[in-house]
């Protein structure tokens, strides 16, 4: 088709195409030509290619985040929004618009496009539909558009986690079983939920009510060890939106221990201890103040609670006790902790209430010591009833103490060395013999023996009643009898009478002797005085005689009548004259005289003497055998009749002797002859029955003897109500020691270090036994503890390094350690500089006390040693020390130079780069990273602080022609890179240095959005200051520091670090103090007890309470709780 049109004057022209025409055109090339001739008919022509487009693109846009759902996640991160174009060519523009920001791209050869929307714009629009536009135009001029609509969802999902086995604790009983994990979430139902526990994940699926449960099996909780651990669970909506809940659960399934003291001293209940309430006691582990010990002993069951220092009693009543009866019983003590764990002890106990008997036999034949004994050794013996054999038998003579042990047959004897023998006085001795069996049963008896030095003796006692033989008596056989002493039963008496001699009479086991003369001899006598001599001699030697005279004498007694005239016939002339009439009268002026012999030994009735009858005896002279003695003793009148020897006795019946009362008394004792002639004497005597009383003081001044006590003199004191000057004999360890009793009562022994040196770790038994003047007994026993073991006390490490730093140079510490060989409340007494601080050991034996900042700030840099010593229940103590080091300095890190020159020639390039250093402020082993070239090779410090490190020539085979930045971190033993609450309170200072940079560069540090700037000073260091704002505004969480510095060459070099921020402060409280928070008068003289709570706190951390400038340390339990006891000392000032 040909279109014309008119050239203007400025030279254009242009023609009009109809529609019509247009619409003939298809899509192709064409070409246009225009001609034109000017005036003078000059043609001229031109041509131009017309390319006919008639494809319109077609626009489409992909689906946004997979879902079109933009949630939280990716709410929070740049958006790639893609597509497609079907008509469009490669180049062709795209426009895309959202959120009324508008972003371009072009199409790929493949017709595909995408646009990148930055995090920016992205976090703007905000939650509901937004829509997305898409426009493209093709170089043809053909253009489409489209739409598509998003969602912003940014409501995450809630999640929560139920307590977990009901408390929050796995205890030993629930860590072997399958443990439910449960929560709720507000999800519909068939919801995920994760959990994961220990690093082991879980699934769940929500019910309709949004419940969800997750089962970990008993082998997955049985592999846990004793930590917290937490749980997490983690539940993703439809939007992609997640959101996790966390819960700490603590796995304690160490189980509670009890122990049980040793009952009544030795676990045996004797006697006296069956009569009287005895106390159970003993101590927990692994569990808490206020936890119940139960306790069963017989069938019965007891319960105590714990108290602070975990010790826990229970009293069982002598009733309880006695009607358990004799035997052996275990007593079971169990205790369930705050945790649900059960613990349980036992011990054995053997109740032995069986008094024992005990006897002493009759000593040297007849309880009488004659001279030949006196120099010989000496047996005595007995036998006991009751007791078991090994019991062990103290027998006391003269001041001196034997020891000897049962036999199977319950008998015992003792020797008696010569020496000690012989140095026994003339006279009454006792022997006291005491026994205590296993149970602690005691007995003790006493007897009597009489040393007779006088050799062997022999008496004739008084003949015929009166040594007169009367008309009667000489036409009867007559009894010549006598006694004897120290002469062996059996030994013959010979006795001679008018020359005639009597024999084969043997003298018996108390001496005494009898001869017949018979009647026929007896009436050969004529009126006179006779002598009768007595002999004997036995098998030892001992020889005794003895003679007596003895007077015939056959003219009765009274008026006698002569014969009357001659024949006793008066005839007739004698009947005419007087008469005589004579006669004889006798007249019987002889003495009459009554003794009493000793009513005892030594006159004094002591206890013993007054539980048995009593024989009193005596003899009179001028006294008729037959006759009647009249004895009056105690109030009660006795009789007792004269023997032929002119002796006489009675029994004061046991009865009669117990009526008696303590004091001085006297017998008498009356008599009369035949004739009417009478005699009266008294005795006098003391009844003395009450024993004395012996106690023993506290040895060693808590009956327990340490260490240093052992190694001395050890004194034992006591008091006694016997007289003074009596002996008190001590036993220890099967050795004697002996005292005096002094005026006020008081006595004491030294037992010599070499004794006490033989004492080994064990409990003993001190006796002490003392008799008055009256013989009467008193002993008794006495605990005493040998424990010469030291204990042994460590300090742990403290600051987590033994290093205090520049931030915990302001803070106050925590030192602990632990204790061997000292008891559970045991006194630690830790020292730091002048200062010192006391705290006790806990069940665990460990220890810790909280040092003031104040204190801590006061220490100079440098090396501080920390003293701590621990004294036990027997005053045995242990110490030891522990350095920590205070530097409160920053480290420096300093360059060798690098291959010489710091240049890298192409030699040193192929061989392996050594670059060194020194530094200060780190200590010997400290890492220092080097990086050069985007690697990091590590180097430790040596002791004078320099270090050394290679670079592989592979690594410096990457290096191009260019300059290089090398730089070198190091974290000193005083930093940890984590800002705490009380720092994030404070300004913080990052420093550092640099290489290859000069005096006056600037360093740019960036943190979590903000940036600083240093200028490196003359030492190549350099540091900001971050302010406190700054660092709260960052939040709790891990984060990382970026320096840069470029030196004046353009070259830039950078280095990190990463560091943590822990701010969340946890909650404390502190609960209501003595009650009222008032401390009252009995109050001010007592152990304090202050308890409160935490929050955000992990069980086992440690808490410093100071009252009245002493800190003391405490520990959180799992329940957030916590205690410390202040002593009554610290409270009463």
Known sequence: MTYSGTVQADGSWSVS?????????????????ASVSDKAGNPASATHGLAVDLTVPVLTINTVSGDDIIHAAEHGQALVISGSS???EAGDVITVTLNSKTYTTTLDASGNWSVGIPLSDVTAPGSGPHTITAAITDAAGNSDDASRTVTVNLTAPTIGINTIASDDVINATEKGANLQITGTSNQPAGTTITVTLNGQNYTATTDASGNWSAMVPASAISALGEANYTVTANVTDTAGNSNSASHNVLVNSALPAVTINAVATDDIINA??????QTISGQVTGAAQGDTVTVTLGGNTYTATVQANLSWSVSVSAADIQALGNGDLRINASVTNGVGNVGSGSRDITIDANLPGLRVDTVAGDDIINAIEHGQALVVSGISTGAEPGDVVTVTLNGKNYTTTLDASGNW??????????????????????LSDRAGNSDSTTHNVTVDLSGSTLTISIVSGDDIINNAEKTQDLTISGGSSGLATGTTVTVMLNGLAYSATTADASGN???TVPASRVSALGEATYTVTAAATDSDGNSGSASHNVQVNTALPGVTINVVATDDIINAAEAGADQTI??????????VAVSINAITADDVINAAEKGAALTLSGSTSGVEAGQTVTVTFGGKTYSATVAANASWSTTVPAADMAALRDGDASAQASVSNVNGNSATTTHAYSVDATAPTVTINTIASNDILNAAEAGAALTITGSSTAEAGQTVTVTLNGTNYTGTVQTDGSWSVSVPPADLSALTASNYTVNAAVSDKAGNPASVNHNLTVDTSVPVVTINTVAGDDVINATEHAQAQIISGSATGAATGSTVTVTIGTNTFTTVLDASGNWSVGVPASVVSALANGTVTINASVTDAGGNSGSTTHQVTVNTGLPTITFNAISGDNVLNADEKGQPLTISGSSTELATGAQVTVTLNGHNYSATTDAAGNWTLTVPVSDLAALGQANYTVSASATSAAGDDIINAAEAGADQTISGVVTRAADGDTVTVTLGGNTYTAEVQPDLSWSISVPAADLQALGNGDLTITASVTNANG???SGTRDITIDANLPGLRVDTVAGDDIVNSIEHGQALVITGGSSGLNAGAVLTVTINSVTYSATVQADGSWSVGIPAANVSA
């Not at 195409?17 to 090339?29: E, M, Y």
């Not at 003792?414 to 006085?425: E, K, N, S």
């Not at 004579?582 to 003495?591: E, I, R």
């Open 1051 to 1053: 070259n830039t070099g």
């Open 272 to 277: 006296a201890e069956a009569g009287n309430t």
């Open 17 to 33: 195409v109809p529609t019509a025409d247009l619409s003939n055109l298809t899509a192709s090339q064409y070409t246009v030509s």
């Open 86 to 88: 079907t008509g469009g």
């Open 513 to 515: 002797w009898s001869v």
């Open 582 to 591: 004579s006669g004889q009268v006798t007249v019987d002026l002889s003495a």
């Open 413 to 434: 004897s003792v020797g008696i060395p010569a020496a000690d023998v012989t140095a026994l006085a003339t006279g009454s001795q006792t022997i006291t013999a005491s």
